[in-house]
């Protein structure tokens, strides 16, 4: 498991529920793998009552499946679930990147823009590439004035971002790159019909690569 240091200010039930979602997402905990309490608090240097509180807060998200006495599961890839997701942001980001269109500074093009220099020179880091595509879309909503909405975004996303981490190791035309640079291109127009509809592409693509991400991982990954 990876494991990064303890934040300022993070209580063991934050630190333990920021690591097991990392880990999740980037797929050092397998889909369908188990997982026991006991030994995650001890990898993690924690009593077990943060990692159970953890757990109980992914199994809410679907993310882990408690078994009594038995230990927990990793959920296993839920495409269905995940094109719901993916659904509820496209709805949500197209509407945020229109609205980041009629109130972009050129300061905040500029944040765009270095955030995208920063993906070309990261993208065959998938866990930093992950984290810069956060990035890139919270600079969106911020522009938009609508942290909020972001948050509440990336906190259903479980489901989608493990798909997003897996295609960037298995789909061989990446595309993710090129369509920031689009997105802040129209942005920078102040295109928002243009806009809308790259977000829209951008966020399909996951789940039209579905074909390619099935035959890069093992088939007891999928539900």
């Given amino acids: 498991m990876y494991i990064e240091e303890r934040q300022a200010g993070e209580n063991g039930r ?6 097991l979602k990392d880990n999740i997402i980037h797929l050092e905990l397998a889909p369908g793998s188990m997982v026991s309490e006991k030994d995650l608090a001890a990898e993690l240097g924690l009593s077990r009552t943060p990692v159970r509180e953890a757990l109980q807060d992914l199994a809410k998200a679907q993310m882990v499946d408690v078994y009594p006495q038995r230990g927990s599961q990793i959920s296993r890839i839920n495409y ?3 094109e719901e997701i993916q659904f509820t942001r496209n709805i949500l980001e197209s509407a945020a990147v ?4 009629r109130r972009a500074t050129d300061d905040d093009v500029r944040i765009l823009q270095e955030n995208i220099i920063l993906q070309e020179f990261n993208v065959t880091n998938a866990r930093k590439m992950m984290r810069l595509d956060d990035e890139f879309h919270r600079e969106l909503f911020r522009i938009a004035g609508k942290m909020y909405t972001w948050n509440m975004v990336s906190s259903y996303s479980l489901h989608f971002d493990r798909i997003r981490e897996m295609a ?4 061989r035309e990446l ?3 090129n369509d920031h640079k689009l997105i802040c291109a129209a942005v920078s127009r102040r295109d928002e019909v243009l806009a809308k509809e790259l977000m ?3 966020l399909a693509r996951y789940i039209v690569d579905e074909k390619e991400i099935r035959e890069k991982y093992p088939a007891e990954y999928f539900a």
Avoid: G
């Fill in 98 to 101: 229109q609205l980041a269109c």
């Fill in 80 to 82: 269905e679930l995940a």
């Fill in 168 to 171: 960037l190791h298995s789909v």
């Fill in 14 to 19: 934050d630190y333990a529920l920021r690591i």
């Fill in 200 to 202: 829209e592409e951008h």
């Fill in 175 to 177: 595309k993710i790159v």
